[in-house]
């Protein structure tokens, strides 16, 4: 059952599954995924580790929601961008903006994905690699209209370099909620993408 329809048919079991993704982030961010048990999981919710398995069949799936479910928010986030964008340029300031916002608000998932993406299961490993190829591609894409001479290989490594500069975030800005710290990693990632 997909997660919007689910949360059409069972409102507080759906809340309930988001509650446990949001302490697993959390938890997995601060200790690593092989560092939270089950049990653990299932507290930080108000609930018994097992009454977790009700929402989730194995904490490898717990994993696997997250990371999928975040690679399939950023693709899509970033697709609607670019297709309420007017050019390329806003375009590329509105992906900007989007990941960077995502990186100031989704540091336990960026911490999650950089040390426990080797610890999903083949099938959503494939799924997250999957998506984040395409999403690398709407920002190809953008770059390429707004400048004609760079090629695909080089708009990917632009793009690549700009994920390095605002996902290294979690990792050294401290003063997340100071709106100048927002603006200046807008303006850095700009500057390298236009470089």
């Given at each position: ?17 988001d ?15 092989h ?20 929402h ?7 994993l696997?929601?997250?990371?999928v ?36 608000v ?32 709407v ?18 490594v632009?793009?690549?370099?700009v994920?390095?500069l ?15 710290v ?5 303006r ?8």
């Amino acid at each position: 059952m997909s997660s919007v329809l689910s949360h059409l048919r069972d409102p507080a079991g759906a809340a309930r599954r988001d509650q446990i993704l949001a302490a697993a982030a959390h938890l997995f961010a601060a200790r690593g995924f092989h560092g939270v048990t089950i049990e653990e999981l299932g507290e930080a919710v108000g609930v018994s580790g097992p009454a977790v398995y009700k929402h989730f069949a194995s904490k490898d799936a717990v994993l696997g929601e997250l990371l999928v479910g975040v690679s399939r928010e950023l693709l899509v986030g970033g697709t609607l961008v670019v297709e309420r964008a007017r050019g390329a340029r806003r375009a590329l300031e509105g992906l900007v903006a989007f990941h960077t916002d995502f990186a100031l608000v989704g540091a336990d998932l960026i911490r999650v994905q950089d040390r426990d993406l080797a610890n999903l299961s083949a099938s959503p490993a494939h799924q997250v690699r999957t998506l984040q190829r395409e999403y690398v591609e709407v920002w190809v894409d953008v770059l390429g209209r707004g400048r004609p001479r760079v090629a695909p290989a080089e708009a990917r490594v632009r793009a690549h370099a700009v994920f390095g500069l605002l996902n290294s975030t979690p990792h050294s800005a401290t003063a997340s909620a100071d709106p100048r710290v927002a603006a200046l990693l807008r303006r850095m990632a700009l500057a390298a993408l236009t470089a």
